[in-house]
């Protein structure tokens, strides 16, 4: 469901997640595609409440108050291959579990298999189309298309970055001012790769030195001295038109994926909810009441996952939900039987919205 990095991520072990703008500079995903509950039902309709299942350890329970009812997105799942995947469901899927948390809220896309999706700083899941590669109704023209309109995209961003004069200006006299800085000469590098098309070099250099000029800062005598009151404010403009052309380029990036989707929904519809299941399904769900804890209470194999919960430790947690969850301990034998009354409680009126609505937009 989650990459172990992400897993770490999303569980509260690193504090910091990416910056939308990072998910579509660094090469880290193909053909990067974000998707909001808000851009769905602009395109589909408002989607309805679904019941599902979270995966997580004492930690991940612990923080999952902190983000219930917000717009925070979460990696659930709702059909498992067969009831006995149940037992390493709860067993974890990145690294050790031994809770899982029912959620109702509202799932923003649904594939039937794992997507390695993640999140950013604002809560927005990202996903890779590449990996849907052949799950589309027409072959690959969905990818081959936004691949096409990413091509064009990446270029016209490059383009931006090279006729910007007033940064590029206020940049070059800065240069001039630090040669020797590392920051600054990345402006040089950036205009080589523009010109080469190079976006993948582009990419990772703009975010280095973005990261490079928010650290940057001024000595106290230096930043006194009215004689230096030109390269302050040259350093001032570079550094406020590289967050411009971020800002600008990240609102035309979101308004692309939006487009594409409205232009291949019935494409889109299939390849988050249909093809061959694989042990178990991935969603990603937004603005989520917990009603239901259940936890390990002792065997299965696994390193960490031997060790059961006390009821006492997971009641208190549970307390400060605001859904008033069910509380259970259950065996590790019984996680199926678990699951398959599940699956019997949630019905079927619990299906998911796009995939309902699948003949309409086909």
Same mark, same amino acid.
């Given at each position: ?21 990072? !998910? ?12 909001? /509950? ?15 299942? $979270? ?13 219930? =009812? ?16 149940? &037992?390493?469901?709860?067993? =974890? ?10 959620? %109702? =809220? ?27 590669? =052949? ?8 990818? /081959? ?27 070059? &006299? ?9 920051? +600054?000469?990345? $402006? ?64 035309? +990036? ?26 178990? !399904? ?30 006492? %430790? ?7 939900? &605001? ?25 079927? !009126? !619990?299906?998911?919205?796009?995939? /309902?609505?699948?003949? %309409?937009?086909?």
């Amino acid at each position: 469901m989650l990459s172990f990095e992400n897993f770490l991520i999303e569980e509260g072990f690193y504090d910091e997640k990416p910056q939308p703008y990072e !998910n579509w500079l660094l090469p880290g995903y193909i053909l990067p595609f974000p998707a909001s /509950r808000p851009m769905i039902e602009r395109i589909v309709g408002e989607l309805e409440q679904t019941k599902a299942l $979270h995966v997580t350890n004492f930690e991940g329970l612990e923080g999952l108050g902190s983000i219930e =009812g917000t717009a925070k997105q979460l990696s659930v799942f709702t059909l498992l291959e067969s009831a006995r995947n149940a &037992r390493g469901m709860a067993q =974890g899927v990145a690294t050790s579990g031994g809770i899982i948390v029912e959620l %109702e =809220g509202k799932i923003v896309v649904l594939s039937t298999s794992d997507v390695w999706s993640g999140s950013d700083a604002d809560g927005t899941r990202w996903f890779d189309l590449n990996r849907f590669d =052949g799950r589309t109704m027409s072959g690959d023209s969905l990818l /081959r298309d936004y691949t096409g309109r990413l091509t064009k995209f990446r270029n016209e961003v490059m383009d931006d970055y090279l006729n910007d004069k007033e940064y590029d200006e206020a940049m070059e &006299r800065t240069t001039k001012e630090f040669p020797q800085n590392s920051n +600054f000469i990345k $402006h040089a590098e950036l205009k080589g790769y523009a010109r080469e098309r190079n976006f993948r070099g582009f990419g990772i250099t703009l975010l280095e030195l973005k990261k490079g000029l928010a650290k940057w800062s001024f000595g106290w005598a230096f930043s006194n001295d009215s004689a230096n009151a030109g390269i302050i404010e040259d350093f001032d403009k570079a550094k406020k038109g590289l967050g411009q052309l971020l800002y600008r380029s990240t609102k035309k +990036f979101y308004d692309l994926a939006e487009d594409t989707f409205k232009d291949w929904k019935g494409e889109f519809i299939t390849l988050f909810v249909e093809g061959d299941q694989r042990t178990y !399904n991935e969603g990603i769900m937004t603005q989520f009441m917990v009603t239901g804890v259940y936890y390990n209470m002792g065997g299965g194999p696994g390193v960490g996952f031997d060790m059961s919960y006390r009821a006492s %430790e997971i009641r208190e947690i549970a307390s400060k939900f &605001r859904g008033r969850p069910e509380i259970k301990g259950i065996q590790y034998d019984s996680w199926p039987s678990f699951y398959e009354k599940w699956k019997q409680k949630a019905g079927k !009126n !619990n299906s998911y919205y796009l995939g /309902r609505s699948q003949e %309409e937009y086909g």
